[in-house]
């Protein structure tokens, strides 16, 4: 008899309390008991029924490299002892795996769990997926990598990588940029919206003005607001701009000197504003004005502004913002020479982007407005959190050489009480690769309990570039 005829036949009877008329010689069983032990050996090695349906997920496809085994056991160290570090290194930790196209290895996942979902989208196709393994179906996001979307595939990609792939597109095609940007418009909501107009920043031009427009129509009130700010700032708006009317109000043209007469421009602001909160206050007046729109309202050259706010602080700071946002290096430079206080006033302020600057050209705005060269020995050095935010990456080598050499580091060196861990960090998150030895130099110094963690990022650092050389 068969397993299946054992349990079609035997085990029926015998779940039902019979004990008469049962096939026993037919499976060699001498009595009720053995045959029922039979049934539940045979029930042992039964395959549970299959699913009327079910799902297949497709295989992750990862083509990224998977980091060397050295720096695997400095991650781990890193991101999954003890103490872990810092935000701001693991943010630049995700963003070198990114840039190098380097992923993490499959056993490192599960360790590296929180840094995994933190960063997922730095990381790769593989964690992604990973990180989303517990989630709903319908909730999970598709897993493609930065590198790996197209204009085929960019729309399924996440919020965050979507707007990115709209920001790289627009450098290289403003009118393709738009296009693509046109066709996933109705389907996205509130926060992806607001977040893709922002992609737009950059290479604004005339060609966008009919799709800016439409935005009045948009139901989301920041959207709305976003639109007819880039609206305004086109070439040759004609239009209300209650941003602009309200700064020029702000503003006074005076004219001094008896022979040769010279316009002297001054911000006033609101006596409600206290002065440790101008700067705050500029950057919100003046942040979605544009220098062009200003210059033009003025009737003066972004050049005569400049030199007709020389003695005025707080419109110098509004002008460097402005000339920032505008990619105007050549004035951010002008402006920081008359600017003793550019980069304290930016930080205070409140600055927290450079859209649509290259690497380079962070790098290049931040050698013209930081300038530790200048610092004294009394300098606060908790702005180097804010310079990482801005730069996305390392310092420039000139940069982190007048910092090192700055009066206000020698002055934390002489005085240990005075450094924190966080400093160190800041440190070695901003430098670049050609001043590590110099880095170190300056930790074999210091107390080793404050620059254990920034020293194994510095050395991993080394080992994930040279992998990629």
């Known amino acids: ?201 950059a290479k604004l031009s005339p060609a966008d003005a009919e799709f800016l427009e439409s935005l009045a129509q948009d139901r989301a009130p920041r959207v709305r607001e976003l639109g007819r700010q880039f609206l305004a700032r086109l070439p040759g708006f004609v239009g209300d701009n209650p941003a602009l009317n309200a700064a020029l109000e702000r503003i006074k043209r005076a004219k001094i000197g008896l022979i040769f007469r010279k316009t002297v421009l001054t911000l006033q602001t609101p006596a409600t504003v206290q002065q440790n909160a101008i700067s705050v206050w500029v950057r919100q007046t003046f942040a979605d004005i544009g220098f062009s729109a200003l210059a033009g309202s003025l009737k003066m050259s972004p050049e005569e502004i400049i030199e007709a706010a020389q003695k005025d602080a707080p419109l110098l700071l509004a002008c460097l913002i402005m000339a920032t946002d505008e990619k105007r290096l050549d004035l951010v430079g002008k402006i920081v020479s008359r600017l003793d206080t550019a980069w304290s006033d930016v930080v205070q302020g409140g600055f927290g982007a450079l859209a649509g600057y290259t690497p380079e050209e962070r790098s290049r705005w931040a050698d013209l407005v930081v300038q530790p060269k200048h610092w004294n020995e009394t300098a606060t050095l908790w702005t180097l959190t804010s310079l990482i935010d801005l730069l996305d990456g390392p310092a420039s080598e000139q940069l982190m050489r007048d910092f090192l050499a700055s009066r206000a580091w020698l002055a934390f060196r002489q005085d240990p009480t005075r450094l924190s861990t966080e400093l160190i960090e800041c440190l070695a998150v901003l430098c670049p690769p050609s001043m590590r030895p110099a880095l170190r130099s300056a930790f074999a110094s210091l107390d080793a309990n404050l620059t254990h963690s920034a020293a194994l990022f510095v050395d991993l650092m080394d080992i994930l570039e040279a992998h990629n050389a």
């Open 1 to 201: 008899m068969t397993a299946q005829n054992l349990r079609a036949l035997i085990l029926p009877r015998l779940l039902s309390g019979a004990r008469d008329g049962l096939a026993l010689d037919k499976i060699k069983a001498s009595s009720p008991l053995q045959a029922l032990s039979l049934a539940g050996q045979a029930l042992r090695f039964d395959r549970p029924a299959h699913p009327a349906q079910f799902l297949v997920e497709a295989p992750v496809e990862d083509e990224r490299r998977i980091v060397p085994d050295p720096a695997r056991k400095l991650m781990v160290r890193l991101l999954a002892g003890k103490s872990p570090v810092s935000t701001m290194m693991a943010v630049e930790i995700a963003r070198t795996l990114d840039l190098r196209a380097l992923r993490l290895h499959p056993f490192d996942l599960p360790k590296l769990e929180s840094f995994v979902k933190a960063h997922a989208e730095a990381l790769g196709a593989e964690a992604m997926a990973f990180s989303q393994r517990e989630a709903p179906t319908e909730q999970k996001q598709s897993y493609f990598a930065s590198d790996m979307l197209t204009d085929e595939t960019w729309m399924v990609a996440t919020p965050a990588l979507k707007a990115r792939f709209i920001a790289s597109r627009r450098e290289i095609d403003p009118a393709g940029a738009l296009a693509l940007l046109k066709i996933s418009w109705g389907s996205e909501n509130a926060d992806n919206r607001f977040r893709l107009l922002n992609a737009l920043r």
